[in-house]
T-cell receptor, first 113, second 112 residues
Framework: AQTVTQSQPEMSVQEAETVTLSCTYD???????LFWYKQPPSRQMILVIRQEAYKQQNATENRFSVNFQKAAKSFSLKISDSQLGDTAMYFC??????????FGKGTKLSVKP | EADIYQTPRYLVIGTGKKITLECSQTMGHDKMYWYQQDPGMELHLIHYSYGVNSTEKGDLSSESTVSRIRTEHFPLTLESARPSHTSQYLC???????????FGPGTRLTVL
């Protein structure tokens, strides 16, 4: 069974700075997907970025990028030029052949002006 | 924003009442999911469906039931609500599994 660990329950960052959220997971599968989701306060859960495990190149989406280390089973999220709207809970979620996603406990990120 | 809807958004109800939480999506996705989430906590999968007339229980045991008679509709029912059912319920859908899941806004349920 897959497990996922987000070791930082809360983090804060100054506006315009860079922050990295960590995520480690355990899986016996060779082909799987990894996701980062964002849940702003009292708002809808939305996808931030996704990574296919078979791809060596790290995914990027504008200010968001990942550092995917397959051997270490690590999948960290880097947010550059942090904005006030980035304040949210961030969830790491691996998904394998069984089809469902396993969500971590989340990291609460606060961006301060 | 994804086209997935949940009603009601907020529900306060007394113990013992039967409730149905509605979830609909207009994207034609075959895969749909129900998650339970306590405030500030992780999501737990309670039900999923990979197509019409197909439903499965998730990782977290739940007294709720679901049905999937139409592709776009995946309602969740509690026959007799209890205070322990107080939580937020999130519905999601996807094209593939695993795949990007699109979430609804959630229903915040309070059982008194």
């Amino acid at each position: 069974a897959q497990t996922v660990t987000q070791s930082q329950p809360e983090m804060s960052v100054q506006e315009a700075e860079t922050v990295t959220l960590s995520c480690t997971y355990d899986t016996s599968e060779s082909n799987y997907y990894l996701f980062w989701y964002k849940q702003p306060p009292s708002r809808q859960m939305i996808l931030v970025i996704r990574q296919e495990a078979y791809k060596q190149q790290n995914a990027t989406e504008n200010r968001f990028s990942v550092n995917f280390q397959k051997a270490a089973k690590s999948f960290s999220l880097k947010i550059s030029d942090s904005q006030l709207g980035d304040t949210a809970m961030y969830f790491c979620a691996p998904g394998g052949s069984q089809g469902n996603l396993i969500f971590g406990k989340g990291t609460k990120l606060s961006v301060k002006p | 924003e994804a086209d997935i809807y949940q009603t009601p958004r907020y529900l306060v109800i007394g113990t013992g009442k039967k409730i149905t939480l509605e979830c609909s999506q207009t994207m034609g996705h075959d895969k749909m999911y129900w998650y339970q989430q306590d405030p500030g906590m992780e999501l737990h999968l309670i039900h999923y469906s990979y197509g019409v007339n197909s439903t499965e229980k998730g990782d977290l045991s739940s007294e709720s039931t679901v049905s999937r008679i139409r592709t776009e509709h995946f309602p969740l029912t509690l026959e007799s609500a209890r205070p322990s059912h107080t939580s937020q319920y999130l519905c999601a859908s996807s094209v593939t599994a695993p795949g990007t899941q699109y979430f609804g806004p959630g229903t915040r349920l309070t059982v008194l």
